[in-house]
Each structure stands twice: as structure tokens, then as C-alpha cells.
């Protein structure tokens, strides 16, 4: 379901860190929901230690399966240091916060979007500036690559540059 990437920083979860179960409901605030398998997510280790035990019920954290990211919470914003998430919504806020998704440090998460940002813009740019018959099946290739590692960021900067 996840397809080994991480349910909130998306990145590949054996590239950024180790696996973890995440409790989406905190198992110390909510103990009944620790065997629920909709309170069950993939993520990597960074995430799920610095969201820890928090919760906010005024404005619960994304869920990965139910909720659309970047069309109803999250946009991203460039900075010097790299694409950083933006959120567009209270729980778009919570979720960044909670799991730490513009954390600097040695996973490069803001660079690595960049990185990728910048290759799915040259891509764009180059079918765009070009009548090339293959620039559908360029389009259709990035889509499928928007369902993988950094997925909201190609489908961002195809939304953007498209």
C-alpha cells in the first residue's frame, strides 16, 4: 500500500531511515485503537519519533490513506535551503509540525525535494518547449512517478510548470 516510502515525508523508508509502525491516535491517549488497522501506518523512524505521543483532535494529522495532501492541505514553498511543505490547512499545519517534515539534518529531506522538483520542471520544460510527439507519454510517465518517492512533489511541480 505505502510501497516502502514513508506515509508523511514520502521519502523511500530503507533511503531516509528504518521502518516503524506508526500510530496515527497515540497509543498512550488512545489504547483502544492500538491493534486498529486504520490507526496502523508505514513510516520511517525519523517521522514517527518526532511525532511521537502528540495528537491534536481540533486538527488530527493527515491520514495517509483517507486524505488528499496536496489538493486539500499541503502546497510547498522554495527556500534556500530547499522545497519545503506549506501547509494550506489546520491539519495540514498539525501534520508538518508533528512530524517534523522540513527538519534539516542528515537526510536532506528539503534538498532531496528540490532535487526532484527541479529534474520534473526540466522534464516539463523540455516537452513544452518542444512539439515532440512523446510529450503525452512523458506526461503519463511523471503521473506514474507522482504515486512514488516525493509523489506530491512531481504532481506540484507538474501542477505548476505543466
Known amino acids: 500500500m505505502y510501497q516502502g516510502l514513508c506515509c508523511y515525508c514520502e521519502g523511500r523508508i ?6 516503524h509502525i506508526e500510530h496515527r491516535k497515540p497509543k498512550s491517549k488512545y489504547p483502544g485503537d492500538t491493534f486498529n488497522w486504520d490507526n ?42 530547499g522545497l519545503r511543505r506549506w501547509p494550506s490547512s489546520d491539519r495540514g499545519t498539525t501534520t508538518v509540525e508533528h512530524a517534523d517534515l522540513d527538519r534539516d539534518g542528515c537526510d536532506g529531506l528539503p534538498g532531496s525535494r528540490a532535487k526532484v522538483f527541479l529534474e520534473t520542471v526540466g522534464i516539463m520544460k523540455g516537452i513544452k518547449d518542444s512539439l515532440s510527439p512523446n510529450a503525452n507519454a512523458v506526461r503519463r510517465e511523471l503521473k506514474g512517478k507522482a504515486k512514488g518517492e516525493y509523489g506530491t512533489v512531481i504532481a506540484y511541480a507538474m501542477e505548476q510548470f505543466g
Open 40 to 81: 496502523l501506518h508505514l513510516v520511517c523512524q525519523k517521522c514517527n519519533t518526532a511525532k511521537g505521543n502528540k495528537w491534536s483532535g481540533a486538527a488530527p494529522i493527515l491520514d495517509a490513506v483517507l486524505d488528499n495532501p496536496l489538493t486539500d492541505h499541503l502546497t510547498y514553498k522554495e527556500s534556500a535551503t
Open 14 to 19: 530503507g533511503d531516509v531511515s528504518f521502518v
